[in-house]
């Protein structure tokens, strides 16, 4: 079945780094857009970042730009996000998505996210 | 940015209510938005998207509507199962944003 499996998670400290990851499985997952959403507990959903299926284009929240980077092996069907300059302020459950879309001859439709995995929490302190 | 701004933020309600939830963006973003439903502990699941296609699989007691600015999820009877936090998504453009979300309560 579709299947997105988040790892990579846990404690790291403010300044330093962690990388998660993402495995998918059941689509063809080099022919979907992919983001990251996280949580902050008890509060509501912030958008991340976003990778093109092809990796030709990524765009990220401001409160992530210059410190997150979203990266994707279409061979391992696997997405990633490495954090650098971990804060306290990053401290969330991480869910990696999918973006659905459809198509209609050469025009492309997308539609949010569509699959989400079960979500990683990442932990920033001292 | 379009900015979300998403109605009530919380509600109490009874089984076989109907409610409404309301999201407004800041511009124009066609019918590019959809509705996710969270429990706790849990991933969102997406329940509508473009506005008011019904996602497979969730029940036809879900709807939505409206285009542009202005978006509603309603609930026609409200059951055990549909307390929980619902969310607004535009798809229009980056950066995607939220809504601040919605928890539904038993009264």
């Known amino acids: 079945q579709v299947q997105l499996v988040e790892s990579g998670g846990g404690v790291a400290q403010p300044g330093r780094s962690l990388r998660l990851s993402c495995a998918a499985s059941g689509f063809s997952f080099r022919t979907y857009g992919m983001h990251w959403v996280r949580q902050v507990p008890g509060k509501g959903l912030e958008w991340v970042a976003v990778?093109?299926?092809?990796?030709?284009?990524?765009y990220y929240g401001d409160s992530v730009k210059g410190r997150f980077t979203i990266s994707r092996d279409n061979f391992e069907n696997t997405l990633y996000l490495q954090m650098n300059s971990l804060r306290a302020e990053d401290t969330a459950v991480y869910y990696c998505a999918r973006e659905d879309y459809g198509r209609l001859g050469r025009d492309f439709y997308y539609y949010g996210m569509d699959v989400w995995g079960q979500g990683i929490t990442v932990t920033v302190s001292s | 940015d379009i900015q979300m701004t998403q109605s009530p933020s919380s509600l109490s309600a009874s089984v076989g209510d109907r409610v409404t939830i309301t999201c407004r963006a800041s511009q124009d973003i066609r019918n590019d938005l959809g509705w996710y439903q969270q429990k706790p502990g849990k991933a969102p699941k997406r329940l509508i998207y473009a506005a008011s296609n019904l996602q497979s699989g969730v029940s036809s007691r879900f709807s939505g509507r409206g285009s542009g600015t202005e978006f509603t999820l309603t609930i026609s009877s409200l059951q055990p199962e549909d307390f929980a936090t619902y969310y607004c998504l535009q798809h229009n453009s980056y950066p995607r944003t939220f809504g601040q979300g919605t928890k539904v309560e038993t009264k």
């Open positions: 990778l093109w299926s092809d990796g030709s284009k990524e």
